[in-house]
């Protein structure tokens, strides 16, 4: 196997420590927030949903999951943290927690 393939086998062992039933999309909702993150502006719902070419409903279940509490009240992973718009307030913005810095910079690491 080639060397690149050995980063992304890791990256992905990343993920799986995490959760070991995490979706590809959900994983990609992480990373799109972390991209949008280091240009300097939080990522917003909407946005992870055309990114992902899914509903805004879907893309809030995945930003749920990477979040302190996910759906149905049970702990999440707390990679990404959410607040409304101050100047739109039916707008979601998403940014990464700590602990999701910190997964960013392993990543990184192993990159």
Known sequence: MSLKLIKLQRVVEEFRKLD????AQTVLAFLF???KQEQGTPATVREVG???EVTSASA???????SKVSR?????HDLLFTY???DYRVEK???MTDKGKALIKRLEGLL
């Not at 070991?20 to 979706?23: F, H, K, L, T, V």
Request: charge should be negative; avoid cysteine; proline fraction near 4%.
């Open 84 to 86: 409304e718009n101050p």
């Open 20 to 23: 070991s039933e995490m979706q």
């Open 93 to 95: 913005l998403i940014e």
């Open 33 to 35: 927030v972390a991209e």
């Open 72 to 76: 149905h009240r049970r702990a999440g």
């Open 50 to 52: 055309e990114y992902l």
């Open 60 to 66: 809030s279940r995945n930003i749920a999951a990477l």
